[in-house]
């Protein structure tokens, strides 16, 4: 059943893959938004469907984000640039400064069409970063406006894309929905075309996320295995594909309306247990398994843990996949794509 018109911006990303089937899935005709400038052209299983239309062009362009949802019933905000623990101490003024570029122009243009009477709402996806500097866990919606600002400046400007959302609320009166994931795990991240040469050991960091990052060195026979920080670091890690459900079922849910929700696992992994896992995964046992504790990033949160009650009563979202059901799929892929040269 036809349900609707969702225009997706940052559609050729990592969680912007997962969103586009998702949204296919279930009923609704889909256009991307992407200018490539993370990862490239990928290729993906829906670039063929008639339902799917891939605009290539720059989400700071607001006049082109307004053609674009001429006709549409929902605005998913998900460009950015965005990346891992090295990626934004590397692009720390690059982000904030293109980060908020795309959000006015895209508020602009949510703005100017909702006027016109089509556009039911945005849903804009922001970060658990906005919960950095808490002193206190699960973190739990309103926590954002109760702590100190995140010190980060990508922590810092997703916090800003919140209070995007409300200011074109209060004054334009758009509506909006929030939503926070939380340390998304799946496949089709690579590396950043724009990346730096980061070592870790004798082996270039991977994106710099911990997951790919961890994987691709346990794959490639690195021993002892190097960490970033002491490994205490706990997260809370949410698969791609249950990320992308609860965000799409988020769209016409009317309690969604001017809401904010954390997506995620409650399920809280330190980064040394992951590690463990991985190496079983990779070698079978722990017989050989050892490791150095590299010097950790500034902005390298020592915990990061969600209250998920919320999204759970009112979405009735609720993470599915385990941390070995992620595993299970990401490290294959992560094994295939060092043979490719993707990664």
Known sequence: MYKGHVVITGSAGFIGGYLVQEALDRGYRV???????????????????????LVV???????????ILTDADHLIAGAAMIGGISYFHTFAYDLLATNE?????????????????????????????????????????GD?????????????????????????????????????PFNCVGIGERRAKSDVEIMSGNINLAMSHVVPDLAQKIIRGQNPLHILG??????????????????????????????????????????????????????????????VSDEAFDYDVKKRVPDTSKAKDILGFEAKTDLNGMLDEVIPWIASAIKSGVI
């Open 31 to 53: 256009t991307g938004l992407d200018n490539f400038s993370k990862y490239g052209s990928p290729v993906r299983t829906f670039d063929g469907n008639p339902d799917y239309k």
């Open 57 to 67: 062009g720059d989400a700071t362009n607001s006049d082109l984000l307004k053609e």
């Open 101 to 141: 570029r795309i959000m006015a122009a895209t508020c602009d243009a949510a703005i100017d069409v909702y006027k016109k009477g089509r556009l039911k709402k945005v849903t804009y996806l922001s970060s658990s970063m906005v919960y950095e500097s808490t002193y206190s866990w699960p973190s739990k919606e």
């Open 144 to 180: 954002e406006r109760k702590v100190p600002p995140p010190l980060s400046s990508y922590g810092f400007q997703k916090l800003a894309v919140e209070y995007f959302a409300k200011a074109a609320w209060d004054q334009y009166k758009v509506p909006y929905t929030i939503l926070r």
């Open 230 to 291: 002491d490994g205490s670091q706990e997260r809370c890690y949410t698969y791609g594909g249950d990320l992308a459900e609860g965000i799409i079922s988020s769209l016409e849910n009317p309690l969604a309306l001017n809401n904010d929700f954390n997506l995620s696992s409650p399920v809280t992994t330190s980064v040394l247990d992951l590690a463990k896992v991985i190496w079983i995964k990779v070698h079978g046992d722990l017989s050989d398994f050892s490791y």
